[in-house]
């Protein structure tokens, strides 16, 4: 599904390499999970992938479902089925969350040559995406993100990735500052879309979601490489002796 090879990215405004290599293949039907230490490229990297402005490709490939990422708008990497959870989702105001999200649901659709939702069908799907992720009718006609809570901005992410029904998931850090039972909600909404042609990379700091998003592969990413890769276990090595065993081992 999604294929980075030996991806090396610089900041465009400073000569400052950020990612020095990466290599990562995610399948159709897999979870991914990436962890590893503050500073060691995740979010670039999930930036990289959809197309934010201010970073260099020096070297290397992305490409998913075969076609090559980079090449591509990130409109035209949305359309291609590539959607990204935001670590720091933004507010848009005097933008409705409902428009915002029927404009984006028929842009894309536009894109593939298919034909608009209808505005029943669509509220239909809104509404009941809406109510399994517990977010109220009043959310969805306020601004988007405008005066949400962190879990709110949160599971507004969700709910977007569930209308757009995206074929590769980039989830950065959609749990930090979520309670407990938010990061359940937003777990069970992730659960929900598992699907045999679905890939899901989900970035975290804390084992704690892993145990809600059972991960097939692990990934620890220091310094702008993936420096070890393993199973559920992992997560969990990480949890209980922090980043340093590991780091230590590979250096
Ligand atoms: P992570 O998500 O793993 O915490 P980031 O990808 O946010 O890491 O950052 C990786 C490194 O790149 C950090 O040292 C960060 O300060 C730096 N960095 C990323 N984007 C920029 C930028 N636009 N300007 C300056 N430094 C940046
Ligand atoms: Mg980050
Ligand atoms: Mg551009």
Do not use: W
């Amino acid at each position: 599904m999604l294929e980075i090879k030996n991806l090396h990215v610089k900041l465009e405004e400073e000569d400052k390499q950020i990612l020095k290599g990466v290599d990562l293949s995610v399948e159709a039907g897999s979870v991914h999970a990436i962890m590893g230490p503050n500073g060691s490229g995740k979010s670039t990297l999930s930036y990289v992938l959809s197309g934010r402005d201010g970073y260099e490709v020096t070297e290397g490939s992305a490409a998913l479902e075969g076609v090559d990422l980079l090449e591509l708008e990130p409109e035209e990497r949305a359309a291609a089925g590539l959607f990204l959870a935001f670590q720091y989702p933004v507010e848009i105001p005097g933008v409705g969350n409902m428009t915002f999200l029927r404009t984006a649901v028929n842009a894309q659709r536009k894109a593939r040559g298919e034909e608009e939702m209808s505005a029943t069908d669509f509220l239909k799907a809104v509404r009941a995406r809406a109510k399994d992720l517990k977010i109220d009718a009043e959310m969805l006609k306020r601004p988007v993100n405008v005066g949400f809570s962190g879990g709110e901005k949160k599971r507004n992410e969700i709910l977007q990735m569930a209308m757009l029904a995206p074929k590769m998931c980039i989830l950065d850090e959609t749990d930090s500052g979520l309670d407990v039972d938010a990061m359940k909600l937003v777990s069970d909404g992730v659960n929900a879309l598992r699907d045999s042609g679905r890939g899901f990379l989900v970035i975290t700091h804390y084992q704690r979601l892993l145990d809600h998003i059972k991960p097939d592969v692990v990934h620890i990413m220091a310094d702008g490489r993936i420096v070890k890769s393993g199973g559920p276990e992992l997560a969990i090595e990480v949890e209980t002796n922090g980043y340093a065993d590991i780091l230590n081992e590979v250096a």
